[in-house]
């Protein structure tokens, strides 16, 4: 069964760090295109990241460009994101999610991780 489970998620401080992790289970995160999303308080969902298959290729929406970094652990089938300099903005849940490639829909989704910025 496929699953995708996030965690790390919290209160922090704007200008702080968090890391998300999202854990797979059922497939390789390996043999999927990879992403971030996240849905604000009364807001849209909202793409933040995608990582292609072999892992080579990474991109990001502009407003999280030089602050957000996305990483897998092949051994531990797990994706990162690395979140620093965060700012009240970026308050959301945020959700990873699996695709055939990085042109097709998702197709699972986890259950999404609280993240809250501020003071």
């Known amino acids: 069964e496929v699953h995708l489970a996030e965690s790390g998620g919290g209160l922090v401080q704007p200008g702080g760090s968090l890391r998300l992790s999202c854990a797979a289970s059922?497939?390789?995160?390996?043999?999927?295109?990879m992403s971030w999303i996240r849905q604000a308080p009364g807001k849209g969902f909202e793409w933040v990241s995608g990582?292609?298959?072999?892992?080579?290729?990474?991109n990001y929406i502009d407003s999280v460009k030089g602050r957000f970094n996305t990483s897998r652990d092949n051994t531990k089938n797990t994706l990162y994101l690395e979140m620093n300099a965060l700012k009240p903005e970026d308050t959301a849940v945020y959700y990873c999610?699996?695709?055939?490639?990085?042109?097709?829909?998702?197709?699972?989704w986890g259950r999404g991780i609280q993240v809250t910025v501020s003071s």
């Open positions: 999610a699996r695709a055939q490639g990085t042109t097709t829909p998702w197709d699972y």
């Open positions: 059922g497939f390789g995160i390996s043999d999927y295109a």
């Open positions: 990582m292609n298959i072999p892992g080579t290729i990474i």
